[in-house]
């Protein structure tokens, strides 16, 4: 079946320091994957998304997101976290084949200052 | 342009009453979806529209939701007979298929309380 997993429910960093949200689905042919972030009471933004160009893709607010076919990852990252990014983010895939869209449970994102 | 839009952005009801949920998609964009998200939950797909092909209702949860789309652009979400588990923010999200590709752009949702 296909899915998406999001590995980590909660992740804490510290300000100014590296974030890592964590993405794998399963494997398919010509995924469309994207990340999104909900501010708390907001709609989801586009973060980023993948559509089989480049696989290191840059998106808003200094994160990028790396799609590695042969580990099926797509991870978020941002070299120095700001406290504005508290949120949470959704790793989203679209199965081309029959654009069925499945999302991640979500992770949510502290920053302590 | 305008992204998506939706109305109310809250609404508290009783239980047993009818809701109506509002969503005004980006113009042009011709697929539509509606989205769950309940507390502390991951987003639940409801209800897909695709131009004038019959949506795709296999996420909505009983027979008292239902979801329509009239001229392929507005879509209304109605709950009959609400219950407090119905309780949630209502998302829809508009798309345009162009090359294979899609991304959907997402609403502030609706924030539905049941009391």
């Known amino acids: 079946a296909q899915s998406v997993t999001q590995l980590d429910s909660h992740v804490s960093v510290s300000e100014g320091t590296p974030v890592l949200l964590r993405c794998n689905y399963s494997?398919?042919?010509?995924?469309?994957l994207f990340w999104y972030v909900q501010h708390p009471n907001k709609g989801l933004q586009l973060l980023l998304k993948?559509?089989?160009?480049?696989?290191l893709v840059k998106g808003i607010n200094g994160f990028e997101a790396e799609f590695k076919k042969s580990e099926t990852s797509f991870h978020l990252t941002k070299p120095s976290a700001h406290m504005s990014d508290a949120a949470e983010y959704f790793c989203?895939?679209?199965?081309?084949?029959?654009?069925?869209?499945?999302f991640g449970a979500g992770t949510r994102l502290f920053v302590k200052a | 342009g305008a992204g998506v839009s939706q109305s109310p952005s809250n609404k508290v009801t009783e239980k047993g009453k009818d809701v109506e949920l509002r969503c005004d998609p980006i113009?042009?964009?011709?697929?539509l979806y509606w989205y769950r998200q309940s507390l502390g939950q991951g987003l639940e797909f409801l209800i897909y529209?695709?131009?004038?092909?019959?949506?795709?209702k296999s996420g909505l949860p009983s027979d008292r939701f239902s979801a329509e789309r009239t001229g392929g652009s507005v879509s209304t979400l109605t709950i009959q007979r609400t219950q407090q588990e119905d309780s949630a923010v209502y998302l829809c999200?508009?798309?345009?298929?162009?090359?294979?590709?899609?991304?959907?752009?997402f609403g502030p949702g609706t924030r539905l309380l049941v009391l």
């Open positions: 999200a508009s798309s345009f298929r162009r090359g294979g590709e899609e991304t959907q752009y």
């Open positions: 494997s398919s042919y010509s995924p469309s």
């Open positions: 993948y559509t089989s160009a480049a696989t």
């Open positions: 989203v895939v679209i199965y081309t084949g029959g654009f069925k869209t499945i």
């Open positions: 113009s042009g964009h011709t697929a």
């Open positions: 529209f695709q131009g004038n092909s019959a949506p795709d």
